[in-house]
């Protein structure tokens, strides 16, 4: 939606007036702006400084500026609570099951990196998960609409054999 940022109006000469603009501003679930700075007349007060304060020795114009982003979310399928240590990496940031789904913000053109692990361990012995498949867009991620990524995950159980009555001949 449509964000109004009070201060608009009619100022005593010299004055000095605080405008801040909101961090985000949300469109949908998936789609948010960020804020990325303001500008006085054209001339940038620097990146992320909000909020401003401009001193009305002349009439002037501010203007915040947002940069589209969307969520990218990673989930898994098919794991159960006894799965232990690292699940996926996104952009270098190891992902635990309990850390799942994860959904990061990204500006409209930017990327993301990710992969699953393809055996994750599980707390209960003889058992472990094994990565089969990944649902959703190859790494890297060039960001151009909400995304949405599944590491599909089979269970796996040890098989130990044993045999008796053999010598060693």
Same mark, same amino acid.
């Given at each position: 939606?449509?964000?109004?940022?009070?201060?608009?109006?009619?100022?005593?000469?010299?004055?000095?007036?605080?405008? $801040?603009?909101?961090?985000?501003?949300?469109?949908?679930?998936?789609?948010?702006?960020?804020?990325?700075?303001?500008?006085?007349?054209?001339?940038?007060?620097?990146?992320?400084?909000?909020?401003?304060?401009?001193?009305?020795?002349?009439?002037?114009?501010?203007?915040?500026?947002?940069?589209?982003?969307?969520?990218?979310?990673?989930?898994?399928?098919?794991?159960?609570?006894?799965?232990?240590?690292?699940?996926?990496?996104?952009?270098? $940031?190891?992902?635990?099951?309990?850390?799942?789904?994860?959904?990061?913000?990204?500006?409209?053109?930017?990327?993301?990196?990710?992969?699953?692990?393809?055996?994750?361990?599980?707390?209960?012995?003889?058992?472990?998960?094994?990565? $089969?498949?990944?649902?959703?867009?190859?790494?890297?991620?060039?960001?151009?609409?909400?995304?949405?990524?599944?590491?599909?995950?089979?269970?796996?159980?040890?098989?130990?054999?044993?045999?008796?009555?053999?010598?060693?001949?």
């Amino acid at each position: 939606g449509i964000t109004t940022i009070p201060g608009e109006g009619w100022y005593n000469k010299d004055t000095n007036v605080t405008l $801040t603009a909101p961090s985000q501003v949300a469109v949908s679930g998936t789609a948010q702006y960020r804020f990325s700075y303001w500008d006085v007349d054209a001339t940038s007060r620097g990146a992320g400084v909000n909020p401003i304060t401009v001193q009305m020795n002349a009439n002037h114009t501010s203007t915040a500026h947002y940069v589209l982003q969307y969520s990218v979310t990673f989930a898994q399928a098919g794991m159960s609570p006894d799965a232990t240590g690292t699940v996926a990496t996104i952009d270098g $940031t190891a992902k635990a099951l309990s850390d799942l789904p994860y959904t990061k913000w990204v500006d409209t053109g930017g990327t993301v990196t990710y992969s699953y692990n393809s055996i994750v361990t599980s707390s209960t012995s003889g058992k472990r998960y094994r990565l $089969t498949s990944v649902t959703g867009p190859t790494s890297p991620i060039t960001v151009a609409g909400p995304v949405n990524v599944t590491g599909n995950f089979v269970t796996q159980y040890l098989a130990t054999f044993a045999q008796t009555g053999l010598d060693s001949t």
